[in-house]
């Protein structure tokens, strides 16, 4: 279903707030008895719900809603927090008749983990007015997980989760060993996340930016300067003059030789 702003859920009651590590391969098949938020610190889990798949790692976070039929298989151990509360019965009615899964991008914010950590030590102490302060703290966390969600999904925000590794490329587009998964780490983020958000600011995926990052700067050297192709070809980062030759050809629709001999005549 398409998400909903969860700072828009009127809590009721908290049902239990804990702290789980399933090894890898666990696999359970239940219904949801409470709406819950599933929060991985670390690892990863598959959570389908008719043809429906929705993953949980540290970029992203789900919300259950009570009534929800679903399995859920561990892709990858690691630490999870899972805090199972109730709404009220009007709102899940409405909002969620028939149950439902809502994913969060939060980026691995670590905001959110520890929100999540202090609002299970009040769940834990159990002390004086522990219900209310419980929910105070779980609808701070909510408004976290909203406020990096929607952040996470503008232009701007997703441009700020990448920004390092673009002025990375730009500065060491030289280097043979710019791949995605480098990327990514070098962002703090999953390889799988760090793709779709650049190829939402950029319209394309990595390999294609770095490419085109590295013909504009071919172009410039064959105008600018007396290297020869091979020589060029390393310079901007390529492995070879033949594949050099092939990509720039491909983007431009011209050889490099044929590129400057153009620019040349031109001007």
Request: hydrophobic share 35%.
């Amino acid at each position: 279903m398409k998400n909903f702003d969860i700072s828009n859920l009127r809590l009721s009651s908290i049902s239990d707030v804990r702290r789980v590590n399933h090894g890898k391969e666990t696999e359970v098949s239940t219904t949801a008895s409470h709406c819950a938020l599933v929060i991985r610190k670390s690892g990863s889990s598959i959570y389908t719900v008719g043809k429906s798949s929705y993953t949980a790692d540290s970029d992203t976070l789900l919300f259950i809603a009570k009534g929800t039929k679903y399995s859920m298989s561990v892709e990858k151990s690691g630490e999870c927090t899972v805090v199972e509360f109730d709404i009220t019965d009007e709102q899940l009615g409405k909002e969620f008749p028939d149950g439902s899964v809502c994913e969060y991008m939060t980026a691995g914010d670590k905001s959110i983990l520890k929100q999540a950590k202090s609002l299970m030590q009040y769940y834990g102490l159990r002390g004086p007015a522990y219900n209310s302060k419980c929910l105070s703290e779980l609808y701070s966390l909510i408004t976290q997980i909203s406020t990096i969600h929607a952040y996470n999904h503008s232009l701007a925000g997703k441009y700020g989760l990448i920004h390092a590794s673009v002025k990375f490329i730009e500065a060491n587009y030289a280097r043979q060993d710019l791949y995605t998964p480098m990327l990514a780490e070098l962002s703090d983020i999953g390889e799988t996340y760090y793709r779709s958000i650049f190829l939402a600011v950029f319209n394309m995926p990595p390999a294609r930016y770095i490419q085109l990052y590295r013909v504009g700067k071919a172009k410039e050297l064959l105008l600018n300067s007396n290297q020869s192709i091979e020589e060029i070809a390393v310079a901007v980062g390529f492995a070879n003059a033949s594949y050099f030759c092939k990509v720039f050809k491909n983007l431009t629709g011209n050889t490099p030789s044929e590129f400057a001999h153009k620019c040349r005549s031109l001007g």
